[in-house]
């Protein structure tokens, strides 16, 4: 498709952006897209993969201007032109589907207004007409019962409809290109490739062309014709996806193929020792909001649940969201009381909830099990230094003289990669990486026996993401710490798990040794969660290829 | 330059906060003066001079009773200053306590604070003052009573908002797998983090209860003469519009100014406190 002999649908050149205050955010990047034709923008964040894409619409931040490069959109230079042609372009033209789903829908009109928006702007069609294509779309971007659709609002929808219904709003008015920036980044494993295949199956009928852009390089590669990959606001290769995939040529596009999930060779069962940590029919019940009269009925998350953690060992806990696996992480540290059920932890039960007045067991409990949460930028306290955030959780380590509290800050720091300088500063003037090494020091300053890890790479680069995991096997070979470790993400769990446990609908589904659930899976939910991810195979030559499990897409 | 904070240096500074910091700073010197030095004893009557125009002996003119306007103006400022810092200083205090408490513990505590909170608020806040001086008796301390509970509710809404959101951030749930108490995570990680809107919020308080006070001294119920603050001398000047019209302008502008330059100073701690708004215009 790149020796198109027709011009190019759009064709980008040397676009540079810059801060107002003169910083160069992107620069000079070039590339074109031929009608009909998908291609993916890789980067991490901050690349600038987002901010070029956005100036193709003119929706850049207020901050951000175009210091240079034209734009020619199907003949029209989009840089010199007014508001208004910009505008009949933009929706009409150009449609694009955001990341979050959860917040580009306007919550308080109903989806039939924000469908019926685009065509009325862009279209002449009359009411009816307009009725029935959007009936069509709806339809055909896989809701069934589209008259309740229409006229429900976004907050009855899950993420997955949610985001189906964005694509149907942007492809409603039938544009030449779509953009769609990080379109299911927000979503699970196994939504993620139901969307992605409708909004490839959808362009490829109406000869759309997609833009599109993503940190994730093995979904990039599954889905486009050629790959655009982007570091620090510079296109640093460009290529057919096939190529770049078996012959990498620039060092930065192998840095990003070697950071997709690979399986290590397994460890050693360390299931014969007593287990560390025990839990037994454990039930989580929220109890529902009272109302003027009564109280709604409680609901249960977490259904008679069992599982074991034995020392130096790191189980997986899998699942889409909703299955319950966060309140079973947050339940054994403590943080969500249990309803039924016991958690032992060397043999010793520990108490349901949370005493005010901390009795020895619970507070022994509660250092010897620390966490590692997801979100990085949430989880430390802003107003701490890294050094006063890691030496609060030696506290209450009474076997520490207060006196060589410095040199275990110092000495956590250095093994966590970050080294004592860092002890001074503040958690905004570090990236996400770092700060997520420094929640990880912070949870294993006092040598826990036991760390609960909630999605603790989730927020993190693909690269980063590799880094983070293998710091952590190094620190678990070094400490000897068991670690229950919560995550959506099977690419991820592949790499570090020895165990892994599959949870649907606040339930164990299938548990075993990880080769042995990922090899062959008995729950049709493992099945599916699995098909969703793709399998890497190296390739002579440093390159790789792609394949899925279980079949090809839809016949999954 | 370096070691300044970027909001302090001049050359980046925003014109309109450079120009709220001026003003403050002049209010506060102004105060300082007050409170150290007068020209003339501001208490000190001289029947000859009186409604005297502004003069080389008395350069802001004299008032109905001959006294001399700038030295009065001075010792004024210095009252109304320390009313108002007090009285700021109570409210966030107290509001800040409550407000923690409330949205950190919820449960009854919150609903116990938040309608006793709400019963206040209802009130309008100088009708409330009003009411409590009726009671309390006008003097220096019992306005900064009265002024204080007025405006106590909206410190305790703007901490519990705050909090209500920190208490879910996780580095709080941090705090607690680390084994700390509810007390040091409450007091240690949700409480400094309510600064920024604290600060804001007392900057421009500040000038607010500057204005409620001379509000008060002009209804008669504020600090009784002849001690001199801006609202008493103001309200005393309203006979006299006709003959001497500096008597009534000099003490409207020093609050005008006053309420401008808190206003101002706060609009620009706002913008600079928010991460979100730093870098645009």
């Not at chain 1, 009411?127 to 029935?132: K, S, W």
């Not at chain 1, 949460?373 to 802003?382: A, E, V």
């Not at chain 1, 939910?525 to 792609?546: F, K």
């Not at chain 2, 995570?185 to 400094?192: A, E, F, Y």
């Amino acid at each position: 498709m790149t020796q198109s002999p027709l011009p190019p649908l759009l064709s980008v050149t040397g676009l540079t952006l810059g801060l107002r205050q003169g910083r160069t955010l992107v620069q000079d990047v070039s590339f074109s897209l031929a009608r009909g034709e998908v291609i993916g923008l890789v980067g991490e964040s901050g690349s600038g993969k987002t901010m070029a894409a956005r100036a193709l619409l003119n929706l850049l931040p207020p901050a951000i201007t175009r210091t240079g490069g034209t734009i020619t959109f199907d003949g029209h230079d989009l840089t010199t032109l007014d508001p208004v042609a910009m505008r009949r372009i933009r929706g009409a033209r150009i449609g694009m589907v955001f990341q979050e789903p959860m917040t580009s829908l306007n919550p308080a009109l109903p989806i039939r207004t924000q469908l019926e928006e685009g065509l009325i702007l862009h279209t002449t069609l009359s009411a009816p007409e307009r009725h029935q294509r959007m009936v069509d779309m709806l339809m055909r971007v896989g809701i069934a019962n589209t008259e309740y659709c229409l006229n429900a609002y976004p907050h009855q929808f899950s993420g997955g409809m949610r985001q189906r219904i964005m694509l149907a709003a942007a492809m409603l008015p039938r544009p030449d290109l779509l953009l769609a920036d990080e379109p299911t980044t927000a979503l699970d494993a196994f939504v993620q490739r139901e969307v992605l295949e409708l909004m490839l199956d959808l362009t490829r009928e109406n000869g759309t062309a997609v833009l599109m852009i993503s940190h994730d390089l093995s979904m990039v590669a599954r889905y486009t014709d050629r790959v655009v990959v982007m570091q620090q606001g510079v296109v640093v290769e460009q290529g057919p996806t096939q190529d770049l995939l078996l012959h990498p040529r620039h060092p930065y596009t192998r840095t990003l193929l070697d950071a997709l999930p690979r399986r290590p060779a397994p460890r050693p069962d360390k299931t014969a020792t007593p287990p560390l940590v025990e839990v037994r029919d454990l039930v989580v019940r929220y109890p529902g909001r009272r109302r003027l009269l009564g109280r709604d009925p409680d609901k249960q998350v977490l259904h008679d649940v069992s599982l074991t953690v034995h020392p130096g060992e790191t189980v997986a806990l899998v699942g889409g969201s909703g299955s319950g696996k966060t309140t079973l992480g947050r339940a054994i540290a403590g943080l969500t009381p249990v309803t039924a059920g016991s958690i032992r932890f060397r043999g010793a039960p520990l108490p349901h909830r949370p005493p005010f007045r901390q009795p020895r067991v619970w507070l022994d409990w509660r250092l010897d099990c620390q966490m590692v949460f997801q979100d990085p930028y949430s989880s430390l306290d802003p107003r701490m230094t890294i050094g006063a955030a890691v030496g609060e959780a030696l506290r209450h380590d009474r076997t520490l003289p207060a006196r060589n509290r410095q040199t275990r800050i110092d000495e956590i720091l250095t093994e966590v990669g970050l080294g004592a300088a860092y002890a001074g500063r503040y958690p905004h003037e570090l990236s996400g990486g770092q700060r997520q090494r420094v929640a990880i020091a912070r949870a294993l300053a006092r040598r826990p026996a036991f760390i609960v890890a909630d999605e603790p790479v989730s927020a993190l680069d693909m690269t980063v993401q590799k880094q983070i995991l293998d710091l952590f096997t190094q620190l678990q070979d070094h400490y000897g710490f068991a670690c229950l470790f919560i995550s959506h993400d099977l690419g991820v769990v592949e790499q570090i798990a020895d165990r892994v446990m599959v949870m649907h609908d606040g339930r164990i589904v299938e548990h075993g040794p990880c080769h042995t659930v990922f090899d062959s899976p008995q729950h049709p939910y493992t099945r599916q969660l699995l098909s969703a991810i793709p399998m890497l195979e190296p390739q002579p030559g440093g390159g790789l290829s792609l394949r899925w499990r279980y079949g090809e897409p839809g016949s999954a | 330059m370096t070691a300044l904070p970027s909001f302090l240096r001049l050359r980046r500074m925003q014109p309109n906060a450079l120009l709220g910091g001026i003003l403050m700073l002049v209010l506060g010197l102004t105060a300082l003066t007050g409170l150290l030095w007068t020209p003339y004893d501001p208490l000190k009557i001289n029947i000859l001079q009186r409604l005297a125009g502004p003069s080389a002996a008395h350069w802001l003119g004299t008032d109905e009773f001959g006294r001399d306007v700038l030295s009065r103006l001075l010792a004024g400022a210095a009252t109304s200053v320390w009313i108002s810092l007090l009285t700021v200083t109570c409210a966030v205090t107290t509001g800040t306590l409550f407000g923690l408490s409330a949205g950190f513990l919820r449960g009854w505590p919150d609903r116990i604070i938040m309608a006793c909170n709400d019963a206040v608020l209802a009130f309008p806040g100088i009708l409330l003052a009003l009411g409590l001086l009726s009671v309390l008796g006008a003097s220096k301390y019992g306005i900064i009573l009265a002024l204080s509970l007025a405006y106590m509710p909206s410190v305790v809404r703007v901490v519990r908002g705050a909090v209500l959101s920190l208490r879910e951030r996780e580095f709080v749930e941090a705090s607690r797998v680390m084994g700390n108490s509810e007390l040091y995570t409450m007091l240690r990680h949700v409480l400094p983090n309510c600064t920024a809107p604290l600060i804001v919020l007392a900057t421009s308080m500040f000038g607010w209860v500057l204005l409620s006070e001379s509000a008060l001294s002009f209804l008669g119920l504020g600090v009784p003469p002849p001690a001199p603050t801006w609202g008493n001398m103001l309200a005393a000047s309203r006979p006299y519009i006709g003959q001497a019209v500096w008597l009534g302008i000099l003490p409207g502008l020093c609050i005008s100014l006053t309420l401008l330059g808190a206003n101002l100073l706060g609009d620009a701690l706002r913008d600079h406190l928010d991460p979100r708004l730093r870098g645009l215009k």
